[in-house]
């Protein structure tokens, strides 16, 4: 199964915590902040106001608090509007 994103929606994948910070602090899993870089998975048609700006493969930084977290197949995504979209990185 796989998810096919509607309009100006895309499905990101997040990118895994930093286990351990840059001093070797090992962190629990509550005490590790929730990466905000994710990698595109799909991305929507776009809309006749919104124009497709990312594509599948980009690396992308989006908003802290934005999407709608997914589970499908045991594996987790987060489909979020373009808008949401902060930076493609390069």
Excluded: H, N, W
């Excluded at 998810?3 to 930093?18: I, M, N, Y």
């Excluded at 006749?48 to 997914?70: H, L, N, P, Q, R």
């Amino acid at each position: 199964m796989k998810l096919v994103p509607l309009g100006d929606r895309v499905v990101l994948k997040q990118l895994e915590a930093e286990e351990t910070t840059k001093s070797g602090i090992v962190l629990p899993g509550q005490a590790q902040e929730r990466p905000q870089q994710a990698k595109v998975i799909a991305v929507g048609p776009g809309t006749e106001e919104v124009k497709m700006e990312v594509k599948a493969g980009d690396a992308v930084i989006y908003s802290k608090y934005a999407g709608t977290e997914v589970k499908l197949d045991g594996e987790e995504y987060i489909v979020i509007k373009q808008a949401d979209i902060l930076a493609i990185v390069e």
